[in-house]
Nanobody, 123 residues
């Protein structure tokens, strides 16, 4: 089994920056691609960004140019650097991991999920 633990969420003003992290433990060697999703109140969980084991990236159009996903394969950690934050970025951010290599945006393709970390952007 794989355990994912997010950290780094919080409250930030619009235009500010925040970095969230996700550390994988357990059978982390089985993980290939990792991703971030988010869920705002009353909305579906949506794709934010994903990264393959070889660091190919994939972004939602709504965050492209503002967010950067990266990973440290030695530490089994994935990061999401969020810049130029907007109030509409407010959500619970979830880390996800899958046993296949493609950095897909499909929620159903991910095998493991973290508990989520709250990101709140004030206007």
């Amino acid at each position: 089994q794989v355990h994912l633990a997010e950290s780094g969420g919080g409250l930030v003003q619009a235009g500010g920056s925040l970095r969230v992290s996700c550390a994988a433990s357990g059978r982390a060697f089985t993980i290939y691609a990792m991703g971030w999703f988010r869920q705002a109140p009353g909305k579906e969980r949506e794709f934010v960004a994903a990264i393959s084991h070889s660091s190919n990236t994939n972004y939602a159009n709504s965050v492209k140019g503002r967010f950067t996903i990266s990973r440290d394969n030695v530490e089994n950690t994935v990061y999401l650097q969020m810049n130029s934050l907007k109030p509409e970025d407010t959500a619970v951010y979830y880390c996800a991991a899958r046993r296949l290599p493609a950095a897909t945006s499909s929620r159903d393709a991910y095998d493991y999920w973290g508990q989520g970390t709250q990101v709140t952007v004030s206007s």
